[in-house]
C-alpha cells in the first residue's frame, strides 16, 4: 500500500460468502475503515466506503452472497482494495485479475499501473500474500491437519511456498514464547 489507486480495471472475478460476513463487516472493519452494508431496490446488498466512491455489490441467494460488481476508485492508499476486495478474497478464497492504475505522481515506476492476480484465495500481492499464508495456515490448524494433507474427499492443498513456512515457523516460534511467558508468570505467582 501506499500510492492511491486512481482505478481498479476489473478483468475478472469470483467471490461469494456467508450472507452473515458480509454484514457483519463494518463492526469488523470499523477500527481500520469505515464502510456501510445498504440494501438496494433490486435486494441486493453494497459493501461501500463511508464517503469514497468505492463499493462492491452483492446478490443474494439464501444464506449466500455472491459478488456481482466491483467499483474501486480514488482509493486513497489503496485501503479499500487491500482491507476489503483483497482481504475478502483471501479469507473466502475468491478470484480476481484485475489492474491497479496508480496515481502517476505518487508512483516512480515506469508504468502506473500494475495486475493483480489472486486464485483460490492465493496471491504474491504484498500485503495479501502473508494474509493468503495465514487463512491457509488457521485453517490447517482448524482441521487438524497440515496445509499440505488431504482427507478422504476433501480437496488437496498445495504445498507452503518458501514466504508461507517462514510464516509457519514464525508463528510456532511466537507460541512457544507465549507458552513460556505463561509459564513463567504462573511460576512468579505462585507462592513460595
Known sequence: M???IEAV??????????????????VELSSALPVQVAREDDGSLTLEQEG????????????????????????AKGAFFHKVLGALMVRYHGDLRARLVFDPRENEADEPWAEVSIERGRTTW??????????RLAH?????GSVGASGEGGPVEEPLTQEE????RILARADEAWQEYQRLKRQR????
Open 2 to 4: 501506499g500510492s492511491r
Open 9 to 26: 480495471e476489473v478483468l475478472s472475478f469470483r467471490l461469494e460468502l456467508p450472507r452473515l460476513a458480509l454484514e457483519r463487516l463494518p
Open 52 to 75: 469514497q466512491e468505492s463499493f462492491l455489490r452483492f446478490q443474494l441467494e439464501g444464506d449466500a452472497a455472491e459478488l456481482v460488481e466491483i467499483f474501486i476508485s480514488q482509493d
Open 126 to 135: 504484498p500485503g495479501l500474500a502473508t494474509q493468503s499464508a495465514a487463512v
Open 140 to 144: 490447517a490448524a482448524a482441521e487438524g
Open 165 to 168: 513456512e517462514e510464516l509457519s
Open 189 to 192: 505467582q505462585q507462592p513460595r
